[in-house]
T-cell receptor, first 113, second 114 residues
Framework: LAKTTQPISMDSYEGQEVNITCSHN???????ITWYQQFPSQGPRFIIQGYKTKVTNEVASLFIPADRKSSTLSLPRVSLSDTAVYYCLVGDFLNTGGFKTIFGAGTRLFVKA | ETGVTQSPTHLIKTRGQQVTLRCSSQ?????VSWYQQALGQGPQFIFQ???????GRGNFPPRFSGLQFPNYSSELNVNALELDDSALYLC?????????????FGPGTRLTVL
C-alpha cells in the first residue's frame, strides 16, 4: 500500500494560488489519488480525485505527472476560510482484493489576511 | 452537511470496557468505512463494509469489529478498551463505482478512555 508524504505546513496570503504536493512513490496501478480538506472537530471533506494527467472542478485542480509518483493540489485564490488541514490519499477504489487506503499526516495550510 | 450522521457525539469509557459506535450512511450509499483519528494525526483506516460484508481492513486488532445492516447503517464495536483507543472515530459512506469513490464523512464520535 502506497505511503504518502506531504509538507507538514504551509502559509499563504488571501488571493494567492496555493500548490500542495504529495509524494506517493509506490502507487499501484489500480490506485486513485484523492484530496480531502478537514476543519477542526469535523470529518474530512472531499475536494478532488484523479488517476492521471489533470483534473479540475469548481474548487481545485489536481495535477498528476505521467509516472504518477506525485500529485499537486492547486487551490486558486485562497481565502481565510481555506485555512485547514489537507490530506492526500491513495487507494484502490475499484475494490480489487479488498479496499485499503492510507491518509498521510496532512498539510496544515494557514491563510493570512 | 454530508447526510452522514454518527452517534453518540462524545463518549467516556474506562479501560477494559466495550463500546459501540453508530453511523447512518447517506441515502443510496452501499459502502461504509470506519477510521480512527488520534489528536493531531491523519485518519487511520480501520475497515470497510460493502453490502454487509467486510471488504478490506487496516492494521487494527480483532477487538475492533463492525457490522453493516440492510439499511446501510453501521456499527463499530471495540472490546477491551485501551487508553490508546482514545480518538475521534469517523465513518464515511460512499457509492462505489468504477473509477470514482467520493467518501462522505460524518462528524465523528469522540471517544475518551480513562
Amino acid at each position: 500500500l502506497a505511503k504518502t508524504t506531504q509538507p507538514i505546513s504551509m502559509d499563504s496570503y488571501e488571493g494567492q494560488e496555493v500548490n500542495i504536493t504529495c509524494s506517493h512513490n509506490n502507487i499501484a496501478t489500480n490506485d486513485y489519488i484523492t484530496w480531502y480538506q478537514q476543519f477542526p472537530s469535523q470529518g474530512p471533506r472531499f475536494i478532488i480525485q484523479g488517476y492521471k494527467t489533470k483534473v479540475t472542478n469548481e474548487v481545485a485542480s489536481l495535477f498528476i505527472p505521467a509516472d504518477r509518483k506525485s500529485s499537486t493540489l492547486s487551490l486558486p485564490r485562497v481565502s481565510l476560510s481555506d485555512t485547514a488541514v489537507y490530506y492526500c490519499l491513495v487507494g484502490d477504489f475499484l475494490n480489487t482484493g479488498g479496499f485499503k487506503t492510507i491518509f498521510g499526516a496532512g498539510t496544515r495550510l494557514f491563510v493570512k489576511a | 452537511e454530508t447526510g452522514v450522521t454518527q452517534s453518540p457525539t462524545h463518549l467516556i469509557k474506562t479501560r477494559g470496557q466495550q463500546v459501540t459506535l453508530r453511523c447512518s450512511s447517506q441515502s443510496g450509499h452501499n459502502t461504509v468505512s470506519w477510521y480512527q483519528q488520534a489528536l493531531g494525526q491523519g485518519p487511520q483506516f480501520i475497515f470497510q463494509y460493502y453490502r454487509e460484508e467486510e471488504n478490506g481492513r487496516g492494521n487494527f486488532p480483532p477487538r475492533f469489529s463492525g457490522l453493516q445492516f440492510p439499511n446501510y447503517s453501521s456499527e463499530l464495536n471495540v472490546n477491551a478498551l485501551e487508553l490508546d483507543d482514545s480518538a475521534l472515530y469517523l465513518c464515511a459512506s460512499s457509492l462505489v463505482s468504477e473509477g470514482y469513490n467520493e467518501q462522505f464523512f460524518g462528524p465523528g464520535t469522540r471517544l475518551t478512555v480513562l
